[in-house]
């Protein structure tokens, strides 16, 4: 078994503000993908200038913000959102939802595209490779927040969570960085490094997301308010990762299918 390392959630006092890891996580992340979009855009061209990509990440930043938390008390939390919904705007009691978000993204983005004449599978075709250093970064702020805990294990690497009781459980949060972090990164950018039809890159990057979130998921503590849905194992990321993965297949086979014209080259 390991030790969970116990880290302080708030990162540094400024007077009396508190600055939490987590908080720190998602900057970190903006500024990740900001780097990485922006090198790509550079060295390669892709009908984007570095300007646009600021613009670009301001509306992704603003969608995963409110899709998040607006996807959260939809799909995690409508009971205690219809008793009171001003429950959505108390962000500091935590709750974020990655579907949400990446709804508002999509949203946002569309926003974005039409405004700007582009195409919106462009956009996301762009800004994909770089998005799996943003998911990373924020699974290492909910270890160190101590959520999102795995279930009960046996194996040498089980940690006790402070909050989840006195047995070792997965952890899952790593296991979430290791796959939709490390993994999706390297996959995406060695993919996305040779031209690729529109659609593909954003089509495999909600495959492998849905893949690794739905596997992740036997392994992690479903959430207490929701519990399975079914079966005994089925969770709502299961259900919510499904259609990503069954989406992203139909994206790739279209991609390649139509052979539409490469902008990620």
Not at 158 to 167: D, E, K, N, Q, T
Request: aromatic residues 16%; hydrophobic residues 50%.
């Amino acid at each position: 078994m390991l030790v969970y390392p116990q880290i302080d959630p708030v990162a540094l006092h400024v007077g009396p503000l508190s600055i939490h890891w987590y908080g720190l996580m998602y900057l970190i992340a903006f500024v990740l993908c900001w780097g990485v979009t922006a090198w790509r855009v550079r060295y390669s061209p892709r009908g984007f200038t570095v300007d646009q990509v600021s613009d670009i990440l301001f509306y992704v930043a603003m969608g995963i913000i409110l899709g998040g938390r607006i996807g959260y008390m939809l799909f995690y939390a409508w009971p205690d959102f219809v008793a009171n919904p001003l429950l959505l705007f108390q962000v500091w009691k935590g709750g974020m939802s990655f579907h949400g978000g990446l709804l508002g993204v999509i949203i946002a983005l569309w926003i974005y595209a039409y405004k700007m004449g582009k195409h919106l599978v462009d956009l996301t075709d762009l800004i994909a490779p770089a998005v799996p250093l943003g998911l990373g970064a924020g699974r290492i702020g909910n270890f160190i927040n101590g959520e999102l805990w795995g279930k009960v294990t046996d194996v040498p690497w089980g940690m006790v969570f402070p909050r989840a009781g006195s047995l070792p459980r997965h952890p899952s949060q790593l296991y979430e960085f290791f796959l939709e972090g490390v993994v999706m990164f390297a996959i995406l950018w060695i993919y996305s490094m040779k031209p690729r039809p529109r659609w593909a890159v954003s089509g495999l990057f909600l495959v492998l997301y849905g893949v690794f979130r739905f596997s992740i998921e036997f392994v992690r503590e479903p959430d207490v308010q929701i519990g399975y849905l079914a079966f005994g194992w089925l969770t709502e990321g299961q259900v919510l990762s499904f259609p990503m993965i069954l989406l992203g297949l139909i994206m790739i086979v279209w991609a390649y299918w139509s052979k539409q014209r490469c902008n990620n080259i």
